[in-house]
C-alpha cells in the first residue's frame, strides 16, 4: 500500500487499479468540496493540484498521485482565506456554488503565478478568460468570475473580507457547502438504476434473485409500471443497493430481463407519421406531466394531443384575414416555419437522493426544487406520515425547472432504504442527466402575422407542435395572448408524443421558443412597413411596464449605431438585435416565514431552498431592514421541509412570495416585542439591544395578498385575456397553488453580434437586458442571476442541440464533450439594467427575475444575426452549418 499527501496530511491509498482519484477524495477520505460532474475532463468542477499544477482528478488514476501531493479547495486558503476566495465572495463569482471549487482551485494557481510575475498589474479580460477555459459554470456566472479573478490579480483583495453579499459564498468558496450527492451515513449503500435499452417494449420476465445473490448486494426492487411498458431508452426497470458503485453496477448487470421489442415511433417527424407506433393507447393514458401547472383533459390522434386552443382569441376571423392576405399577396403578411431544438438542463449537481429510515421515520437528503412539496408526495406515495417524512435540501447544485416532482431517483433511494433497512445513496451519472432527466422539448412553430397600411397589428396565428417525448403539457403558443393585441389571434398548441424520455419545464417553459419566431416575425413586420424595430413594438405592446423599457432600448447608443440590415460586407459582419419578452408574475399562496429570536439572536426561517438564486441573502437582508441591522446578524434556516412551508424554486416565484411574507412577520415580532417590553421603546427603537435583551419569542407570517392599490395601467395579462383568462387563472390556483399577481414582468433585449461569414460562426459580443421587475432586494445577486440568464440564452441561440439517434432511441449527447454549453469565452459583456418601477402594489415592491431575463436573449440574436447578414435564421441553435445554408439562400436571386 502507497501513500499521497493531501492538503499537507499523509493518507493511504489502497491497491486499486481502478479508482480515480476524485473518489479517492470524495468517498475514501471525505473531501467532498471536489465535484464530480462530467467525468470526462470537459468541466473542470473536480480540479485540484498535484505536485503544483491543476489536473481533472475525474480523469487521474488514483495511483498515479502516488509519492505526490495534493491540494484541494479544502487546502486552498486552510489557515485564511486566498484572495481569490475573497474576491468571488465579494464579486459574486458564484451562484449554485457546485462548479466553484474548482474554479478556485484553477483561479488560486493563476493568481499566485501572476503575482509572483507582474505583482499588482490587472490581467486582461482576454487573459483571464484563457487561464480558465477549462472551466464551465452551468449557471452562467462568468462574468462575476471574471470580476474576481481580476480583483484578486489587481491585489485589491489581500485584506480583510468583506461581507458576504451571498450569504452562503464562504462555505461554497472552501468547499464546505454539503450538498445531497455528499452526503454519507454509517453503513450507507450505493444504489444504482437497470434502464430500458429499448425505445419501446414489454418487459415479460423481471428476475432478480442472482443480483441479490451477489456478495455486498442488500437490496434490489422493480420500478415497472402497472403495465410493464417501457417507452422509452432509458426508462427505469429496476433499482439495486450495494455496499459499493462497483458492486452495485455487477448487480445491474446481473438482472435478468425477457423483453418483448414493440415498434417505436422515435421523434417528433417519426410519431407524425400516418402508419407510427401509437405511444399510448386506450383510455387512460399515462403520460408524464411535463409542465408545472396541471394537465388538462385534451384530445387524442394518435401520437397527436390537441389542439389545445383556448387562448386564441377570435380564431375564425383571424383565419379568415390571413387567407385573405395571402390570396391578395399581401406584402405585409408574415409567415414561415420556425423550429428549435431541444435544450436540455444539465444542472451540474445531479439528480440525487439520500434515504434514511428510523423507525417508520424517513430523513431524506435530495437535489430538489421543491423540499416541502416533494416531503408531501412522498408520503402520499408511500403512506407515511406526514410528520413522519423529512426533506432537506441544504444546498442544491442548479435545477432550473427538472428537479420539481417526485422523480425515480428518489423513489428508488426510498424503495431501496425501506427493503435494504440501511441508507441508501441514488446519484445519476452525467450521461443519464443528459439523457433521462427532461429538457426544453424541441418545437416547430407556423406562424401568420398581417400588418395593416396604417400599421396596426391585424392578426396573429400560431401553431406549434411541441416534441414532447413520453410526455404532454406543453404550452408555446398560448402565450402569445399575453402580449401584442391584434384584433383576432388563433393560437394552437399540439404535444407530439414519442418514444424518447418526457421533457420537462425548463427556466420560462415555452417562453423562449415563442420569442424565437415571434420576435423574428415583428422585426419582419416593422422591415416591411419602414419602421424601427423598437418603435413598433412601441406601438403594438401597450404594456406600462416594457414601454419604459422600449424608451431605454431606444436610448442606448449600441442601437441608434445599427446598420441597415443586410449592409454590412466582408468576412466579419457586425449586427444588432432586439427582442421583447413578457411572462406572468406568480407567488405561491400557504407559504410562511418563522422570525424567532432565540438566546439574543434573530432567525428567519422558511422551507424554501436556494438553488443558486440567493434567496438566502435575500430573506436575511428583507429582515435586516426590518431591524435596521446588518444581513449578517440575522440567521437564515431554509432547505429542510420541517421548517414552514416555503414554495418551490421555480417559476419565478421564491423572491415575491418570500420578501412579502418575512416583511409581515418582521411586524408583527416587532409588535410582539414591543408588547413584552417593560418600557416604551420609541419610533425608532435600537432593535440589536431589544433582540438580545428579550425572552425567546417566535411569530410566523403568512404570505399576503397584494394591495388592491394598483399604479394606473397595471393589469394582469390573464385578466386581459378575457373569459379564459380568468379560468386559466383559477385553474393555475387550484390545482397549481399558485397565484397570478397584477402586473407583467418585461424584458427587452439589445444583443450585438459578429458573424464570420466564411465559417458561419456567430459571437455574441454585447447583451443589453432591461428587466421589468420591481424593486430589486439583492442587487449584486440579481445581477448575477441576469447575468446567467443571459448566458444560458446564448447557449439556446448558438449551441445547445440534444440529438438522438433516430433507430434506437439513446441520447447521443450524453457527455459535456458532445453537448455544448456556453464557456467563459463566449460570454459577452453584458449591461443590466433594472427598471424597478410598477409593483408598488407587491409588499417589498419587487417580482421574481430568473425567467424573464432568459426568454428574449436567443431571439434578438436570430434578429442580430439577420441585421448583419441579411439572412433569417429559422432553426435554433443557429449552427454553422445552418447559418452558411442560410446566407447561401439569402444569395440566390
Known amino acids: 500500500m502507497s501513500s499521497v499527501t493531501i492538503n499537507g496530511e499523509a493518507h493511504a ?89 474548482g474554479f478556485i482551485v484553477e483561479a488560486a494557481h493563476f493568481h499566485d503565478a501572476w503575482r509572483r510575475a507582474r505583482g499588482t498589474e490587472a490581467p486582461s479580460r482576454d487573459v483571464i478568460v484563457a487561464a480558465l477555459a477549462g472551466h464551465l459554470c452551468r449557471c452562467g456566472a462568468y462574468a462575476g468570475i471574471i470580476r474576481a479573478v481580476g480583483e484578486a490579480c489587481a491585489g485589491r483583495c489581500d485584506g480583510a473580507v468583506a461581507p458576504a453579499p451571498r450569504r452562503e459564498a464562504g462555505e461554497k468558496v472552501t468547499g464546505r457547502a454539503k450538498y445531497a450527492v455528499d452526503i454519507k451515513h454509517p453503513g450507507q449503500l450505493e444504489g444504482a438504476i437497470l434502464r430500458s435499452p429499448h425505445a419501446h417494449a414489454r418487459v415479460l420476465e423481471l428476475e432478480l434473485g442472482a443480483a441479490r445473490a451477489l456478495p455486498g448486494v442488500a437490496a434490489c426492487v422493480s420500478l415497472l409500471g402497472p403495465d410493464k411498458t417501457l417507452r422509452y431508452a432509458g426508462q427505469e426497470i429496476a433499482a439495486v443497493a450495494a455496499s459499493d458503485g462497483k458492486t452495485a453496477r455487477a448487480a445491474l448487470a446481473a438482472i435478468e430481463v425477457r423483453y418483448e421489442p414493440l415498434p417505436a415511433a422515435i421523434g417528433m417527424s417519426a410519431a407524425r407519421l400516418a402508419d407510427a407506433p401509437v405511444v399510448f393507447s386506450g383510455l387512460r393514458k399515462n403520460p408524464a406531466n411535463i409542465a408545472e401547472g396541471p394537465l388538462l383533459p385534451s384530445f387524442w390522434k394518435r401520437n397527436l394531443r390537441g389542439p389545445s386552443a383556448a387562448l386564441s382569441d377570435k380564431p375564425r376571423k383571424a383565419r379568415r384575414m390571413l387567407e385573405a392576405a395571402r390570396t391578395a399577396s399581401d406584402p405585409l403578411l408574415v409567415q414561415a416555419t420556425w423550429r428549435t431544438d431541444a435544450q436540455s438542463h444539465t444542472a451540474f449537481e445531479p439528480h440525487a437522493a439520500v434515504a434514511r429510515f428510523d423507525g417508520q421515520k424517513l430523513t431524506l437528503h435530495a437535489s430538489t426544487q421543491a423540499a416541502a412539496q416533494l416531503a408531501k408526495s412522498i408520503a402520499q406515495r408511500f403512506a407515511l406520515a406526514p410528520e413522519g417524512v423529512r426533506v432537506i435540501a441544504d444546498h442544491v447544485g442548479g435545477g432550473f425547472g427538472a428537479k420539481v416532482g417526485l422523480r425515480p431517483e428518489t423513489i428508488a433511494a426510498v424503495e431501496l432504504a425501506r427493503v435494504a433497512k440501511a441508507p441508501v445513496r441514488v446519484v445519476l451519472d452525467r450521461a443519464e442527466e443528459l439523457s433521462v432527466t427532461g429538457y426544453r422539448p424541441g418545437c416547430e412553430l407556423a406562424l401568420g402575422l398581417l400588418a395593416g397600411g396604417d400599421g396596426a397589428l391585424k392578426a396573429l396565428s400560431i401553431t406549434a407542435l411541441a416534441d414532447t417525448g413520453a410526455g404532454v403539457n406543453s404550452t408555446v403558443a398560448a402565450l402569445a395572448r399575453l402580449i401584442y393585441p391584434a384584433e383576432a389571434k388563433e393560437l394552437v398548441d399540439y404535444d407530439v408524443v414519442s418514444n424518447l424520455p418526457p421533457g420537462a419545464p425548463f427556466r420560462g417553459p415555452g417562453g423562449p421558443v415563442l420569442c424565437f419566431a415571434l420576435e423574428q416575425a415583428v422585426d419582419e413586420a416593422a422591415a416591411r412597413l419602414g419602421i424601427d424595430p423598437v418603435a413598433l413594438r412601441r406601438r403594438w405592446d401597450p404594456d406600462v411596464h416594457r414601454q419604459r423599457l422600449y424608451a431605454w432600448a431606444a436610448d442606448l447608443d449600441t442601437w441608434r449605431r445599427r446598420p441597415a440590415s443586410g449592409s454590412e460586407r466582408g468576412r466579419f459582419r457586425r449586427g444588432i438585435g432586439v427582442a421583447a419578452a413578457h411572462w406572468l408574475y406568480f407567488w405561491q399562496p400557504g407559504c410562511a416565514v418563522e422570525l424567532s429570536v432565540k438566546d439574543g439572536r434573530l432567525i428567519a426561517s422558511t422551507a424554501v431552498q436556494d438553488i443558486g438564486q440567493g434567496i438566502r441573502s435575500v430573506l436575511a437582508e428583507t429582515v435586516a431592514r426590518a431591524f435596521r441591522l446588518a444581513p449578517q446578524d440575522v440567521a437564515v434556516l431554509i432547505g429542510d421541509s420541517s421548517l414552514p412551508e416555503g414554495p418551490l424554486s421555480g417559476g419565478s416565484r421564491t423572491t415575491a412570495t418570500v420578501v412579502p411574507a418575512a416583511m409581515v412577520a418582521a411586524d408583527r415580532l416587532q409588535a410582539e416585542l414591543q408588547r413584552q417590553s417593560n418600557q416604551p421603546l420609541g419610533d425608532r427603537p435600537d432593535w440589536r439591544a431589544v433582540i438580545a435583551a428579550a425572552p425567546d419569542t417566535t411569530v410566523r407570517a403568512l404570505r399576503p395578498a397584494d394591495s388592491d392599490k394598483v399604479a394606473a395601467g397595471v393589469l394582469s395579462p390573464l385578466q386581459q385575456a378575457g373569459m379564459m383568462g380568468a379560468v386559466f387563472k383559477w385553474i393555475l390556483r387550484r390545482f397549481a397553488h399558485v397565484e397570478t399577481g397584477l402586473g407583467a414582468p418585461g424584458a427587452v433585449h439589445v444583443a450585438e453580434v459578429e458573424v464570420d461569414t466564411l465559417l458561419g460562426r456567430t459571437r455574441v459580443l454585447r447583451g443589453h437586458s432591461g428587466l421589468a421587475v420591481g424593486r430589486i432586494a439583492a442587487p449584486l445577486l440579481a445581477r448575477s442571476q441576469a447575468e446567467g440568464s443571459i448566458i444560458q440564452g446564448v447557449g439556446y441561440a448558438l449551441y445547445e442541440h440534444r440529438q438522438v439517434d433516430p433507430a434506437s432511441g439513446q441520447v447521443l449527447t450524453a457527455g459535456l464533450e458532445d453537448y455544448r454549453i456556453p464557456g467563459i469565452a463566449d460570454t459577452p459583456e453584458i449591461d443590466i439594467h433594472f427598471d424597478e418601477a410598477g409593483f408598488e402594489h407587491v409588499l417589498g415592491g419587487g417580482v421574481g427575475l430568473g425567467e424573464i431575463a432568459t426568454l428574449p436573449v436567443a431571439a434578438a440574436i436570430a434578429n442580430a444575426v439577420h441585421n448583419a447578414t441579411g439572412a433569417r435564421p429559422y432553426e435554433l441553435p443557429i449552427r454553422p452549418d445552418r447559418l452558411l445554408a442560410s446566407l447561401s439562400a439569402a444569395r440566390r436571386p
Do not use: M, N, W, Y
Not at 505536485?51 to 479547495?73: E, F, I, Q
Not at 486558503?77 to 459574486?92: M, N, R, T
Open 13 to 101: 491509498l489502497a491497491d486499486d487499479a481502478d479508482a480515480l482519484l476524485v473518489d479517492v477524495l470524495r468517498d475514501g477520505i471525505g473531501l467532498t468540496g471536489t465535484k464530480l460532474v462530467c467525468g470526462a475532463g470537459v468541466c473542470g468542477a473536480c480540479t485540484v493540484l498535484l505536485d503544483g499544477k491543476p489536473v481533472a482528478s475525474c480523469l487521474l488514476p488514483a495511483r498515479a498521485a502516488r509519492g505526490k501531493s495534493v491540494v484541494t479547495v479544502e487546502g486552498i486558503g486552510a489557515g485564511s482565506l486566498h484572495p481569490v476566495q475573497k474576491a468571488f465572495i465579494a464579486c459574486d463569482g458564484l451562484q449554485c456554488g457546485f462548479c466553484t471549487p
